[in-house]
């Protein structure tokens, strides 16, 4: 593309020491590459591309105690991967917030948000998002609303405390296509509030409650009754999907 590449290195004189200080240094064509290592760091992306390469997101880990450790807002394309953004904070805040942005996330992990692990949203919001572990989050794993239209492929979602992944309000459309939600304390997927998805080739696993959990004004692609044909569904104690008007009452909401 044209840029740099500027490496971000524990203990180097001649690297930056944090992510966020190559961020700062970056043009908008510049790759940033973060060697091994473990960050207290904060990432804020607005209106720009972003090229940010991990060594691996069991090498890497960029947490923060304030904040959320990766916050996008408005980013109009690029790529993150390689990374593990860890949130150890005790307000309510997610690993990875994206709002309005359009890049593509893969090989990370999003873990311990106090809300959801990755909450995508807003009416311009398409990232993609593919190959992540996301996980032992206090609420559910992926949340999209408001009006976003992730695509999210090949993610692993498993013991978070609510819902692997999650989807609210109308406009919003995700597709779900061959992810795993596995041994989420509460179901491995809801759909709610008049929202609608793609659900296609996900398997849903050991979850303590259901498969798949809807409600009546939602509208899933395939149609309800033909979920069990196009998901693989094993071992949810309560059944493989449920249809109710109140899918947040074990939780008091």
Known sequence: ???????????QSDCFALPSEALDKAEPNDQIFIQPGTYEDRLVITERPI?????????????????????????SG?????????????DQHSALNILDSTCTIAHC???????????????DCRPTLQSNEICYNRESG????????????????????HFGMAARDQNTRPDFINNVCR??????????SEAQALILDNTLENNTHWGVVLTPDCEPTPKAEELLQSNT??????????IT??????IGR
């Open 51 to 75: 090229y940010l390469i991990g060594a691996g997101r069991d090498q890497v880990t960029i947490f923060s105690r304030r904040s959320g450790p990766c916050y996008l807002q408005k980013v």
């Open 142 to 161: 992926i949340f999209s609303f408001a009006g976003a239209q992730p695509y999210l492929r090949e993610n692993q979602c498993f013991g978070n405390h």
């Open 233 to 242: 569904f094993r071992d949810n104690p309560r059944g493989d999907f449920t």
């Open 1 to 11: 593309m044209g840029g740099k590449t500027l490496v971000v290195a524990p203990n």
């Open 183 to 192: 041994d989420n304390m509460l179901s491995g997927l809801l759909l709610f």
């Open 245 to 250: 008007s109140k899918p947040l009452t074990d």
């Open 109 to 123: 992990r999003a873990t311990e948000g106090l809300l959801s692990g990755v909450v995508i949203y807003g009416p």
């Open 78 to 90: 690029g790529h993150i991967s390689g990374i593990t953004f860890r949130y150890v904070g005790s």
